[in-house]
């Protein structure tokens, strides 16, 4: 029965024909491999090489594409990597001058960000993240790690403004560290300051370098300003006319310092007020006046106007 | 791909001027030979933009099961023999095993055409997938020789995506071949 069947199979034209392709296809199967290289170069040139060069092409186009819009996502996400790293960079930076002057000074300081910044050509005024709530309170000194930046001049709950030292009514009693000349740094124009009250005759040299005197009770002592690059005197002929070139650059500031104290610790510790009441040197109320005396007291931090001691006028007259 | 539209719109033109049944049957076959070699160079470039960590389709083997199972098996399996023996030249060393597998699978699908309501879809997607599957079994066991933990592990790892893949794309594709080769139905009659 079964012999029947596989008869009546192979009569049938469909199955024979599968029998005679897998006869021909086992013999392809079992070709020796120098026939069947040379079949399927012949083949592959003849088919499909010029069309399939022009078909890869449009693939590779449609990859390139692809690709291009990958890199074009990974180009954006990179750069915005870039400048949060470089933001980080700037935030190390900060941090570790922070800390570098937490550990050198004899102050005691509060880090504060810049959240908010005056618009012009001359930063006069800048906000801080910290206000009331973090014990930030009107005329703390506001530094960086470069030198004085200014002084807290509003406070509110949660933020504080800062006046700059460019701020055209900002004062900031200094003297000269190598001569020890004193005089008032107001803002003159543009990023430079310039040295007021300083009589005709003292002894200034260009390059000396301006800090912060401590009279007046609001900027402690030792805080850089400037350096002097232009000396001429005044028409009226009084008093110097200096030009003083600050430190700071307050475009590239990202965050400043508040002095809140002084480091009990610290030997340098010396009581501007209590060093000047104490010196022997300095006849205290022939020397200068206080601030209460001054005409622009509303106007100022602290002024000191040096003054020849009575007896030296004395002596002239 | 120019040479390819001017091809068709040729056939096209000598379909509408051709009054001969043998005209038109030649044109027929150039249609078919032409789908075969589209497929064929389709496969070795722009199929490999769609593949998915490996699996990918197999557009021969989809017209192959086409042919077999709306014309019948001296159809599929003539085909099975075209489209095995395009796409083993791209791999002189395996020649041959495509032909076999897909000669067989395109019989079996020939035989089963009579047995199942082939219009249905969902009947055309798990034929094409367990056909797949078949032909896939047949290309790995000679590929083997016969290890049968190779084998399934080849089976498991791109046969039944691949499968899934076939059977999506013959799905989509089948009402296509269907539109373009029915103007010529009454030519088998």
């Known amino acids: 029965m079964r012999h029947f069947h596989f008869i009546s199979l192979l009569q049938r034209g469909d199955f024979l024909l599968f029998l005679v392709t897998l006869l021909l296809s086992f013999s392809l199967f079992l070709l020796p491999m120098s026939v069947k290289l040379f079949l399927s170069d012949f083949s592959v040139k003849t088919l499909f090489s010029p069309f399939q060069k022009a078909t890869l092409e449009f693939a590779e186009t449609l990859k390139a594409k692809r690709e291009n819009r990958e890199l074009r996502r990974s180009v954006l996400e990179l750069t915005f990597e870039n400048s949060r790293l470089k933001q980080a960079e700037r935030e190390n930076e900060y941090l570790r001058a922070l800390l570098e002057m937490k550990g050198k000074s004899r102050f005691s300081f509060l880090a504060a960000k810049i959240i908010n910044r005056d618009p012009g050509k001359v930063i006069s005024s800048f906000q801080i993240e910290w206000g009331k709530e973090k014990g930030v309170r009107c005329n703390l000194p506001v530094v960086s790690s470069v030198g004085l930046v200014g002084k807290v001049m509003e406070v509110k709950k949660e933020t504080a403004t800062v006046q700059t030292i460019f701020e055209r009514h900002c004062r900031v009693s200094a003297k000269v560290i190598r001569s020890g000349v004193l005089g008032i740094i107001c803002w003159q124009k543009g990023k430079s300051l310039s040295l ?22 609001i900027f402690p002592e030792g805080l850089k300003l400037g350096k002097i690059v232009g000396i001429e005197p005044k028409p009226t002929g009084f008093f110097e006319k200096i030009e003083v070139e600050p430190e700071i650059d307050l475009s590239q500031l990202e965050g400043v310092f508040l002095i809140t ?17 104490k010196s022997p040197l300095i006849p205290k109320e022939d020397f200068y006046f206080k601030p209460k005396d001054f005409i622009w007291k509303e106007r100022i931090d602290s002024v000191i106007i040096p003054r020849r001691p009575i007896s030296e006028e004395k002596a002239r007259e | ?49 769609i593949e998915i960590k490996g699996i990918k389709p197999d557009l021969s083997l989809i017209l192959v099961l086409y042919f077999a199972l709306f014309e019948g098996s001296v159809y599929g399996v003539v085909l099975g023999f075209l489209g095995g023996f395009l796409q083993d030249i791209f791999a002189p060393s395996y020649l041959g095993l495509n032909i076999i597998s897909k000669v067989v699978v395109s019989f079996l699908c020939a035989s089963l055409r009579s047995k199942v ?73």
């Open chain 2, 117 to 189: 309501y082939r219009e249905k879809k969902k009947t055309q997607g798990i034929l094409l997938l367990l056909l797949t599957l078949m032909h896939d079994f047949l290309y790995f066991l000679l590929l083997f020789r016969g290890d049968f933990n190779k084998i399934l592990s080849s089976l498991g790892y791109f046969s039944l995506g691949g499968g899934i893949y076939n059977a999506v794309i013959g799905i989509l594709v089948f009402p296509l071949l269907k539109r373009w080769f029915a103007k010529d139905f009454w030519i088998q009659r």
């Open chain 2, 1 to 49: 791909m120019e040479g390819f539209f001017s091809s068709v719109y040729l056939c096209e033109i000598l379909w509408q001027r051709g009054r001969h049944r043998e005209e038109q049957m030649t044109i027929r076959f150039l249609k078919i030979g032409l789908l075969f070699w589209l497929a064929t160079v389709l496969q070795t470039t722009l199929v490999n933009l």
């Open chain 1, 196 to 217: 007021e009250m300083v009589p005709v005759r003292s002894d200034l040299r260009l390059g000396d370098e301006v800090v912060s005197s401590g009279l007046g009770g």
């Open chain 1, 261 to 277: 104290g002084i480091k009990e610790e610290s030997p340098q510790i010396i009581s501007l007020s209590d060093s000047l009441e």
